[in-house]
């Protein structure tokens, strides 16, 4: 693993920051900056304490929890197919990722598998849900940086991908279209010509983003460099998806770990950037926005024939045991944890979300920087509050 | 002498005639171009950009949307916040808009249509042009908002470190107008010529476009626009110095924000596209009181427009770069360009 310069001023930033806070507690000057919970940057109800010497921060911490909805509990008292319905809930832009790794898991526990067919549409499924994420994305860190432009760009276009979602599940935001054992149904008529055409004006999104934002000078200027984060600071901070790949991590669980679903029967690539900072992250995901439209593509092709649904008994029943499965979701890593008593409901589901990992790294990365870039860094982390919070 | 002065000769009006008469003129002055750059630029121009329509129910094309925005913000609560300074914090909006009526001031539309003729009338007009950051700065400091007290300081460091290179792009104008009088600047623009060609006269950009360049620039820093937003930022410190005003008094920043993006237009078409002047034409005659301000509004819309495109296009700065971006590139540069411009008067 190669350390960049970068990430070794990083290093240095963070002890200098610490030195300084030490002054700052001890003669206790300074201002106490509340981004939040009501912030037009956290875009949700994300608490960051800044303290401020100027507008640099010396001292910073994030305070979640705002929009707890306890969805580990809720998930104790509701049968398993009643679980997905809550759980489209979490990370509310790519809704369908969350229902799989759910799925999956009491799957693996009841022992069945889902016919190939199943098998591809999910996975086609899965990866629409991180172009309809993480265009979002691209479009919102224009807002971010002050740019207004690409969120409507970003706004017109997903919208091409959440109707091909509505087309299949009839929900837009929240599918709620994965089964134990399958899918709730198969795809309408024409869909496969319809959702190429979509990927390809997606492509198009893409290369009109990297026009637009990542050529920009003063894009640059306000992202190279801002936010490093050296690769074993990710790795003790528990930082998933971009945000680790991003810095050097060469770690996909699409392609590293094989749970059932279609990422290793087409040809694609993980993208990784070494320098750690907010552009490589804010890169990483303009590059898997494009593969994500290149699998999709593929998957279109070579789509199996055959049933959607395997033999399921009508009541489902999960025997006793423990499972967790974790996809790569459009934010990271995203896990279920179930423990089964052999009920018609999990007894205990802990849920391991992308974001709460990837916030956690806030508190060493905001020292040291200005007031400016806490706006960047919190962008380029790239967090959705329900996926925080659950 | 031109009829309409011998007319205005002719009829005697009292002084209070004439004051009311300026003041109506200084009134439209400052709100049809600012009404006019909101609706253009900010409701249609940047919809269309953003592959939208903008407002299009208040009357045909929204073209009354203007009206309801006004009447809507008249409607509101006006909130002065507990903790904050009241008096200062009613007298703020007042300051900044008071700036923009004092650029209006001096700025030419035509041979007699112009309410001050001063001799040194593009320096009063870029020093009137601070005070408004005097109405940020007290708009930042009275809101007892911390968003507010850091939008009003990096106002107050943006607009001093933007001020120099605009001064100093005007310089180069004025070395080679060799007046600071707005009417001279204009004569000289419509009278001179390139190479000893003068068909279309001698417009500044064509042999000040270095100086024209910084002007904008800086122009975009003194108006707050993106990418130098940094005061306002809604993204960071939710809206800057702004963030604790509602109703009348909010409404009175926006008009000052677009009233000063107009005065800051007329001045640069003034000084580097001619003003209100048409090449070729005798600069005396009558009919150019009349013609002369819309021309100069036509100028003025073309150097709002870059100053929009750019809003609408770029992101933001970060304040530190955004001082070296003054200090270390335009005021180097703007020199550079005053001493090439007076090694070139010697020369020519």
């Known amino acids: ?390 | 002498m031109s009829t309409l002065t011998t007319l205005a000769a002719d009829i005697e009006l009292a002084w209070w005639q004439q004051t009311t008469l300026r003041s109506l003129g200084v009134m439209i002055a400052v709100l049809i171009p600012a009404g006019t750059l909101v609706y253009v630029f900010l409701f249609k121009m940047m919809s269309f950009m953003q592959s939208r329509l903008g407002p299009m129910e208040a009357g045909p094309y929204g073209s009354l949307q203007l009206l309801a925005e006004v009447g809507k913000f008249i409607q509101k609560e006006d909130i002065i916040p507990w903790r904050a300074d009241r008096k200062l914090f009613a007298f703020a909006p007042y300051v900044v808009i008071a700036s923009v009526f004092m650029i209006y001031l001096v700025v030419p539309f035509g041979p007699d249509a112009y309410f001050v003729d001063f001799d040194t009338g593009i320096f009063w007009a870029l020093a009137v042009s601070s005070v408004s950051v005097l109405g940020i700065l007290i708009a930042g400091w009275s809101s007892a908002n911390k968003y507010s007290l850091l939008g009003g300081l990096r106002a107050a460091g943006q607009l001093i470190a933007y001020e120099l290179p605009m001064v100093l792009a005007v310089v180069g104008v004025v070395i080679q107008a060799g007046t600071l009088n707005m009417q001279g600047i204009v004569a000289a623009q419509a009278e001179g010529e390139i190479f000893g060609f003068g068909g279309i006269g001698n417009p500044f950009v064509l042999t000040q476009g270095i100086g024209f360049l910084i002007f904008l620039i800086a122009m975009q820093a003194e108006l707050t626009q993106t990418p130098f937003d940094m005061p306002i930022a809604e993204s960071e410190l939710v809206s800057g110095y702004m963030t604790e005003y509602s109703g009348l008094r909010f409404l009175l920043f926006f008009i000052g924000e677009f009233a000063s993006a107009g005065a800051f237009a007329a001045v640069a078409a003034t000084l580097f596209l001619g003003g209100w002047a048409i090449p070729g034409v005798d600069l005396d005659a009558d009919w150019m009181n009349v013609v002369g301000p819309l021309v100069l509004v036509a100028k003025m819309m073309l150097v709002a427009f870059l100053v929009f495109w750019v809003r609408f296009t770029y992101p933001r700065f970060r304040e530190d770069q955004l001082q070296q971006l003054a200090w270390k590139i335009l005021i180097p540069l703007s020199l550079v360009n005053i001493l090439a411009t007076m090694a070139l008067k010697v020369a020519f």
């Open chain 1, 1 to 390: 693993m190669t350390v960049t310069e970068r990430q070794q001023r990083a290093y240095v930033d963070a002890q200098a920051a610490d030195m300084r806070v030490a002054v700052e507690l001890e003669t206790d000057e300074g201002m106490t900056l509340n981004l939040g919970p009501q912030h037009p940057a956290t875009h949700g109800t994300l608490r960051v304490i800044a303290r401020l010497d100027g507008e640099q921060v010396v001292w910073a911490d994030i305070s979640p929890g705002y929009m707890h909805r306890g969805y580990e509990k809720l998930c104790e008292v509701r049968t398993y197919p009643q679980v997905t319905t809550l759980v489209n809930r979490i990370d509310w832009l790519g809704s369908f990722a969350n229902e799989v790794p759910f799925i999956l898991a009491s799957e693996q526990l009841m022992g069945i598998e889902a016919p190939p067919r199943a098998r591809y549409i999910r996975t086609i499924l899965f990866e629409m849900a991180r172009v309809a994420n993480i265009v979002l994305f691209l479009g919102d860190l224009g807002v971010q940086l002050g740019a207004v432009t690409p969120a409507f760009y970003a706004f017109r276009d997903r919208e091409h991908v959440l109707d091909q979602i509505e087309s299949v599940t009839g929900g837009r935001f929240h599918p709620n279209f994965d089964r134990i054992g399958g899918l709730k149904d198969d795809l309408p008529k024409g869909w496969i010509a319809d959702t190429k055409a979509v990927m390809q004006r997606m492509r198009m999104f893409c290369d009109e983003i990297e026009d637009l934002l990542f050529g920009n000078e003063i894009f640059e200027a306000r992202t190279r460099g801002v936010g490093v984060i050296p690769a074993d600071v990710a790795l003790s901070y528990g930082l998933s998806g971009a945000n680790a790949r991003g810095s050097g991590i060469d770690w996909d669980l699409r392609r590293d770990t094989d749970v059932g679903l279609a990422h290793n029967e087409v040809d694609w690539r993980v993208w990784t950037h070494p320098d750690g900072d907010s552009f490589a992250r804010c890169w990483v995901r303009l590059q898997e926005t494009r593969e994500a439209t290149k699998i999709i593509d593929q998957l279109c092709d070579g789509l199996p024939g055959g049933p959607i649904m395997a033999k399921v008994p009508r009541i489902i029943k999960v025997p006793e045991g423990e499972a967790y499965v974790a996809t790569e979701n459009p934010l990271g890593e995203m896990g279920y944890y179930i423990i089964s008593k052999g009920d018609i409901g999990p007894f205990r589901v802990k849920i391991r979300s992308a974001s709460f990992s990837n916030v956690s790294v806030l508190p060493w990365l905001l020292r040291g920087v200005y007031v400016p870039d806490i706006i960047t860094i919190l962008a380029s982390l790239y967090f959705i509050l329900g996926d925080i919070d659950r």
